[in-house]
């Protein structure tokens, strides 16, 4: 297991069109997480999911964001009907959680992005 | 905003000399988290450390966390020209217990 990886790299897409990217979390990990960033900005929360189960989406996420983890392994998030404000880079995260209230003892393991350019 | 902010938002020094970046926030947490970024890349997990830890080492950096201020600091000694980088904070709240959200970053540079 060589991390996480993330598919494409890049993508220019016009206006309008619909995009799905896929991300591959490291195996033994439970969660995974979306996040996008912009230039000169940290990372952006956007959803995130326990095995299949989607736990939360931002609610600064819009109708057009959607984002899929079949069988709690790999995931796909779609843009539909892209805008130029999409245009960033999209971030996937994967760690491993145990119970309990300090369960979170591990950080996250980043893949290196797709970059989304909307023209 | 429940984000942390980090300070300064760009730190320049010589190589050699230590960098000091700081980060605060406003609701309690159940851990917070370093990264650093390079560059067009992805983010690299530093250190964690938790809302009941003061300090935390790893090789070259020291972690510091006041939650009675509620902040944290992050010391690079001895600064190398490769620890050029954006660096975040990411804060993980306890009304959310694994989900982080990431402040603005400090970019440093470090001059050889």
């Known amino acids: 297991d060589t991390g996480v990886s993330q598919d494409p790299r890049h993508k220019i897409t016009k206006r309008g069109q619909n995009v799905t990217f896929r991300c591959d979390p490291i195996s033994e990990h439970n969660r995974l997480y979306w996040y996008r960033q912009t230039l000169g900005q940290g990372p952006e929360f956007l959803t995130y999911?326990?095995?299949?189960?989607?736990?939360?989406k931002s609610r600064l996420l819009s109708d057009r964001f959607s984002a899929e983890r079949p069988k709690g392994s790999f995931s796909t998030l779609e843009i539909q009907r892209t805008e130029q404000g999409d245009s960033a880079m999209y971030l996937c995260?994967?760690?491993?959680?145990?119970?309990?209230?300090?369960?979170?003892?591990?950080?996250?393991?980043f893949g290196s992005g797709t970059r989304l350019t909307v023209v | 905003s429940q984000q942390g902010e980090e300070d300064p938002q760009a730190l320049s020094i010589q190589e050699g000399e230590n960098a000091t970046m700081n980060c605060s926030y406003k609701t309690s947490i159940n851990n917070l988290q370093w990264y650093r970024q390079n560059s067009g890349r992805g983010l690299v997990h530093l250190i964690l450390i938790r809302s009941n830890e003061r300090e935390k080492h790893s090789g070259r950096l020291r972690v510091t966390l006041d939650t009675s201020k509620k902040s944290s600091s992050l010391l690079i000694t001895a600064s190398r020209a490769a620890d050029t980088a954006s660096y975040f904070c990411a804060t993980a709240f306890k009304t959310s217990y694994d989900k982080v959200i990431f402040g603005p970053g400090t970019s440093l540079s470090v001059i050889p």
């Open positions: 995260a994967s760690s491993l959680v145990g119970t309990g209230a300090l369960s979170a003892n591990y950080g996250y393991t």
């Open positions: 999911f326990q095995n299949e189960a989607q736990l939360e």
